[in-house]
């Protein structure tokens, strides 16, 4: 197989890249190893989509604008920004866009290594159902979330905080819930944490918008001794999209000190979470409220990661960057979501938050997408050039949707320097990403 693009990953970034790619008239392959695109916005079971617009100017590019076009088209997503969306139907528009701009899409295929001259990547090797293949192209781009790609061709990389990484998470959906019935005890209970609304919680679930809710503090103190479990936070966190489905997406699970990048940690840290799952639910369907019926509707199919490796480029976004709002004369993409790393060890005992200053976002310049030592690759996605703490800003859906572009862009761009991706002129990248 020969491309003039090939993209290993297909969760946002990757399908980003790809499409960006085959717009601009490249031969582009898309290699994912699970069943369906779109990583943890799908399989993951990721929602809603973090913030990602300031003062009512939207961060995201223009991908990821059809996408939630498309979406809201189809009545798969809810909310002013469409943050509350449908995987199922995520799945069936990712799919038809990349029909639509002619990407190749090669599922239930993993990369396996890069050949490499000269720190020029030839081609990869593919693991297919029916044996290992090959795949040339001029350019590559490192899609995969753990710089898999990147590593094998000898880019350097560093891990988490230089010991751990963030927790990993599996996502769930609840059935059976009955909102109201819920409503009517936080109105006598007060619990609830300080950011929740309970006038406007009680309009979301008359007018059946969606919503997010974090509470329960006082019954998990309670009754913690009865359902050990339950992860260290003190509260439940749950969106939903429809409230009248009865039904929430819980992001509750945590596992610490395992990484992603190891099969048995991997499998231990799934099972670890699914148990605390049924537990969490166990709980609630005992103690709270409007609960009384629920059941775990579903557990994603694959666990949340949310750092493993970060491959070094040539500039590493870095905490200041986030925090005093950055500009960047390269800059290909942009955010608002903060610093949000979670506790990573049992003595942790508190989410790390640092946010830009009110109204203001910051830049991810075109130089963290470029990893040294290597000459026609590109990264993106969670695992581009930045420190653990910057990573754990930039590592949010959105934000890895317009990377993505960047990087499918810029390939296309170094399709026409021999896949040289440090000789493209960033100012026409910049025009494409219409960010200037």
Same mark, same amino acid.
């Given at each position: 197989m020969k491309y003039d693009v090939v993209i290993c990953g297909g969760g946002l970034a990757g399908v980003a890249a790809a499409i960006a790619s085959a717009k601009m008239g490249c031969a582009t392959l898309l290699v994912e190893q699970y069943g369906y695109l779109g990583g943890c916005a799908t399989l993951g079971l990721v929602n809603p989509f973090m913030k990602y617009y300031v003062n009512d100017r939207v961060l995201a590019g223009t991908i990821f604008a059809e996408i939630l076009s498309n979406l809201r088209s189809e009545e798969g997503c809810w909310g002013k920004y469409c943050q509350f969306f449908d995987p199922e139907i995520l799945k069936g528009v990712l799919f038809d866009l990349c029909e639509k701009y002619g990407v190749e899409v090669l599922l239930y295929s993993k990369f /396996?290594?890069?050949? *490499?001259? %000269?720190?020029?990547?030839? !081609? *990869?090797? /593919?693991?297919?159902?029916? &044996?290992?293949?090959?795949?040339? &192209?001029? *350019?590559?781009? @490192?899609?995969? &979330? @753990? &710089? %898999? /790609? +990147?590593?094998? +061709?000898g880019a350097p990389w560093e891990y988490g905080d230089g010991e751990v990484a963030q927790p990993m998470t599996l996502m769930f959906r609840i059935g059976g819930i009955d909102f109201k019935k819920m409503l009517d005890y936080l109105k006598k209970s007060h619990d609830y944490v300080s950011w929740v609304s309970l006038e406007r919680l009680e309009s979301f679930i008359e007018k059946n918008q969606p919503f997010s809710f974090a509470g329960f503090s006082k019954l998990i103190k309670i009754y913690r001794k009865d359902f050990p479990d339950i992860p260290a936070q003190n509260q439940i966190f749950l969106s939903t999209c429809i409230p009248s489905r009865g039904e929430a997406f819980a992001n509750l699970t945590r596992v610490q000190m395992l990484s992603g990048l !190891?099969?048995? %940690?991997?499998?231990? +840290?799934t099972v670890v979470t699914y148990r605390q799952a049924r537990s969490i639910v166990n709980f609630l369907r005992k103690h709270v409220p409007g609960f009384e019926k629920c059941y775990l509707l579903e557990t994603a199919p694959i666990i949340g990661v949310r750092e493993t490796r970060r491959i070094i480029g040539e500039y590493v976004l870095k905490a200041e960057d986030i925090i005093s709002a950055r500009k960047f004369e390269d800059a290909v993409a942009a955010g608002c979501y903060p610093i949000d790393i979670h506790p990573m060890r049992p003595s942790d005992k508190e989410t790390i938050m640092l946010s830009p200053p009110p109204g203001d976002y910051y830049e991810i310049p075109y130089r963290c997408l470029v990893p040294l030592k290597v000459t026609n690759l590109l990264i993106t996605g969670r695992c581009i050039s930045a420190t653990h703490e910057a990573q754990a800003a930039i590592r949010i859906m959105p934000i890895v949707c317009y990377l993505g572009e960047a990087s499918g862009y810029a390939a296309s761009l170094s399709v026409e320097k021999e896949g040289l991706v440090r000789k493209i002129d960033v100012n026409t990248l910049q025009k494409l990403l219409k960010i200037r």
């Open positions: /396996l290594r890069a050949k *490499v001259r %000269d720190s020029h990547i030839e !081609y *990869v090797e /593919l693991a297919l159902k029916e &044996g290992a293949e090959t795949a040339k &192209g001029l *350019v590559f781009i @490192d899609a995969t &979330g @753990d &710089g %898999d /790609l +990147a590593v094998s +061709a !190891y099969s048995r %940690d991997l499998t231990k +840290a």
